[in-house]
Each structure stands twice: as structure tokens, then as C-alpha cells.
């Protein structure tokens, strides 16, 4: 309600909730609970953000099903990775999704959604 006060835009995804944050800089996305906040700094294809999206949601049931404990098993080794791996990724080749969280964000997305990239 308040982020939809202040102009941003919401909208509800199957169990969740959505958030465009209007940045300019930052890319990418932040799940707190059924809340997915997501930047609208690039403006990726269809295809692309339905994918984000998807994976947030997956990040979703693993709060629900961690509980107090999403934050330290999910919630940080995904912020570190995003924030300060960025350049291992891409000089090595690694995938953002090769971290166990991740990889399981996209499982759990695509098992909750039915939605098959």
C-alpha cells in the first residue's frame, strides 16, 4: 500500500507479492517473505524478467520453509554472491545459479509456477 502511494507499481504473483522499485543503477531483485521487490533499472525482455521473477518466487517458499533460518542459509550467501562475485562469475564462467541457493530458487520456482523456461 505504501509503495503504491508513493507511484511504484505492485501487483500480485500467484502466493506473492511484487514491487517495481524505480532505480536507476541497481539491477536485480530482493525477496523478504511473500515480498519480491524488483529493480526496473534495465528493462530486460519478457521473457527475461518473467525468469526473474520465477526465481525470486522460488526464494519465496524458501523463506517459508526455513523460517527465521532464510536469512542465514539463503539470504546472505545469496547477497554476497550477487554483490561481490560478479567478477569471479564472468571470468571463470560460472554460472549465477551454480550457488545451492540459487539452484534451488529456480527449482522451487519452476515446480510452484508450472512455468518451464
Not at 9 to 15: I, L, S
Not at 21 to 26: A, N
Not at 98 to 110: H, M
Amino acid at each position: 500500500m505504501l509503495f503504491r502511494l508513493i507511484g511504484m507499481r505492485q501487483e500480485k504473483y500467484h502466493n506473492a507479492f511484487i514491487t517495481y522499485i524505480p532505480l536507476s543503477q541497481h539491477k536485480g531483485a530482493l525477496t523478504a517473505g511473500v515480498f519480491i521487490f524488483v529493480s526496473s533499472a534495465d528493462k530486460p525482455d519478457r521473457d527475461h524478467m518473467e525468469r526473474l521473477i520465477q526465481h525470486e518466487y522460488g526464494h519465496v517458499y524458501q523463506s517459508l520453509i526455513l523460517g527465521p533460518l532464510y536469512w542465514v542459509l539463503v539470504g546472505l550467501p545469496s547477497f554476497i554472491w550477487a554483490q561481490f562475485f560478479s567478477k569471479y562469475r564472468e571470468k571463470q564462467g560460472v554460472s549465477y545459479d551454480a550457488l545451492y541457493c540459487e539452484k534451488w530458487a529456480n527449482y522451487l520456482g519452476e515446480k510452484e509456477t508450472g512455468y518451464k523456461p
